[in-house]
């Protein structure tokens, strides 16, 4: 372990090496958003994850914003554990109507101020799965949606874009 | 009953208070009585209406100038017809059954009446089972319950997990799903297989590739299309990084879940390669509708040949070296080593594959039996350990990240030239597939109609088998390694709920 600790002690951070043209990308927006988030939450943005109904696609790409690459913490974001204690709801899935009243109730939980941001395009508007008996169709038809997330699922660099988007709107 | 008035037949029943006119709740016997006796009185039949778990007839007995409002509570949701004596209570009994599901035995017409199959649900005033869904009882001294869910703290997906606790130890874990239920499956019949197809894709994001596949296999066993060999390795290239980018994941989540946040941050690292790789071979990072029915939507070129070969190269030696930062790591073993364990008799009987199968000595690989190209051609090792607990399923990942590693190298060399997709004929058939995915083995099952479109299928995640040994599995342990034994589970969600 320490010989590995030690070589990433000398080598350049991830985000700044990484090897593909999405890396300046990052880089860029990691200084807008770093800038933002200081001057308009103090660092201080908590976000609240609810799954409403995806196939865990959109998990897998929010969580990739934790990893070294995207290292969403570096900003000040970052995911918590209870709705309680979060500015940010980030809601995936077209809302099962099996999940409805949870993410009514998360939605209430939130203290305000409070912005949701709907990841994926079944969040967006159901996606494929609009016209299921089972789905509501979705977040914007349960709970006020701040902004809109397209992809599927979105990239973490298309996530990232999304957050300063909400930065620049929610101050 | 033809000697009597309707309020002295009437007045066997319990009297319930309601105003103007009486109602009396009837047992069954007397329910019956009156379906068999009414036919002889000339009392009238006013109504019959339904609500969730009884049925109501309002009586009228002009002779005496009565009327009575008879119920009879049918909790099963069945009740005597009063159809074959008054042909009035016929649609009124049938309009009962589709709005309340109540059904009418004996009844001279059982065919639906309001309902004309066009509802989102049937029986849409009828009891909902959410309301009354109870978690089976615990009995003993010093019991306590812990809900769970359906929102839960991590950025994972949704379900509800019901604990009974004897001061720490977990003395039951009951798990309730299908909190993502999306109807996918429903969606999918009548598509055409193309369409349908993309939704196979989205049944577990994690395991698009290996749902993909499933239902391409099982398309193509049913139509007869031959996918071209080329992509036929090139499927298998796809699952082998699915399979290497989740088990690196899972492995650092264990580890996150024991506290031991350096293993999670190198193996994000290690995934997130893998998944830029993806991005740049196949244009997407999940490889979501790559695979497709006749196989597969895109070609790897030179570049990206070099490209995963390297990626393979550079990965296998960090790998070796994370698991001699766990195999070293004495407080994560003391976390892992003999928790969450499961017996190698449950998981034959419950035929549990994939890691979990594996890790309790049930060696399962849907790639080797009953096999299928180009596994057959292939040489693989699949681990197998016969300990059961959470230890052992960590190991089974780092064992079949290195085989699979190995793997993408040896279909890198080999990987035919060619066409990489054929058509799939519009032919009427049914067919069958069993693809192992990271999880386990996938089952999918098709009809198609003569138009090629689906008629019907069903795709059977690894997790219906998995999930109910969790349970098992945390029996006897303590609360706080829940997160621990059901991250080396990582069963999905999304993919049993369908």
Known sequence: MWKIIGRTLISKPLPIDAPTPGADEIAELAKRLDRDARRRLGRSLSIREVDAGSCNGCELEIHALNNPFHDLERFGLRFVASPRHADVLMVTGPVTHNMREALQRTYAATPDPKWVVAVGDCAFDGGLFADSYAVTGGVGAVVPVDLHIRGCPPTPVQLLQGLLALLERAA | MTSQSLLEFAEQGIAIEQR??????LNHAQWTDLAAGLGATDWTLLAVWGEPSEVHAAIMDETAGAIAVLSLPCPDRRFPSLSPVRPSAIRMERAAQDLFGLVAEGTVDPRPWLDH???????????????????????????????????????????????????????????RLGYVHKGTLHLMTGKPVAEAARLSARLSGDSTVAHALAFARAVEAASGAEPPLRAVWLRALMAELERIANHIGDVGAICNDAAFAFMQAHCTVLREEVLRAAALCFGHRLMMDRVIPGGVSIDLDGAGTARLGELAASIAPRWAELYEVYDDRPSLLDRTVGTGVVRTELVRRYAAGGYVGRASGRGFDARRQPGYPPYDRLEFEVPVMPDGDVHARVLVRFREVEASLALVRMILDRLPQGAIAAAVPARAGEGLALVEGFRGDILTWVRLDREGRVQQCFARDPSWLQWPLLEAAIEGNIVADFPLCNKSFNCSYSGHDL
């Open chain 2, 20 to 25: 103007p006119w009486p109602r009396y709740r």
């Open chain 2, 117 to 175: 199959g066009q509802w989102p649900s049937r029986a849409p005033l009828g009891p909902r089972a959410a309301s009354d869904y109870n978690f089976l009882p615990v009995e003993g001294e010093s019991l306590h319950q812990i809900p769970v869910g359906p929102v839960h703290a991590g950025v994972i997906e949704p379900g509800h997990f019901r604990f009974h606790a004897n001061g720490e130890t977990v003395v039951r874990l009951e798990e």
